[in-house]
Nanobody
């Protein structure tokens, strides 16, 4: 069955780093666009980053550009989000999600056309 499991969250001081993992089963991540989303307390869930089958096809929300990097390891069928220079504003529950195919490069920071989601992992950044 299709499943996505996030891990790697935790508590870190501002300026620190975390690497989140999204381990997929039941499908091959290279065949789909995969996105990372986050939801902070009192805020709507937002798209953070996404990766598509096309080589180098990645996108980031402006607030994380230059600090976060999304990449995949096909041998492990896992998508990662490397988060550096973390800020308190990055505190949120982070989710990964699968899109319905590989053709969502122009709208992969949106939740529309996603079909499977993980349970989320908490990231807390202290001042």
């Amino acid at each position: 069955e299709v499943q996505l499991v996030e891990s790697g969250g935790g508590l870190v001081q501002a300026g620190g780093s975390l690497r989140l993992s999204c381990a997929a089963s039941g499908f091959t991540v290279d065949d789909y666009t995969i996105g990372w989303f986050r939801q902070a307390p009192g805020k709507e869930r937002e798209g953070v980053s996404c990766i598509t089958r096309r080589a180098g096809a990645t996108r980031y929300v402006d607030s994380v550009k230059g600090r976060f990097t999304i990449f995949s390891d096909n041998a492990k069928n896992t998508v990662y989000l490397q988060m550096n220079s973390l800020k308190p504003e990055d505190t949120a529950v982070y989710y990964c999600a699968r899109y319905r195919g590989s053709g969502y490069v122009f709208r992969c920071l949106q939740e529309s056309n996603t079909d499977y989601w993980g349970q989320g992992t908490q990231v807390t950044v202290s001042s």
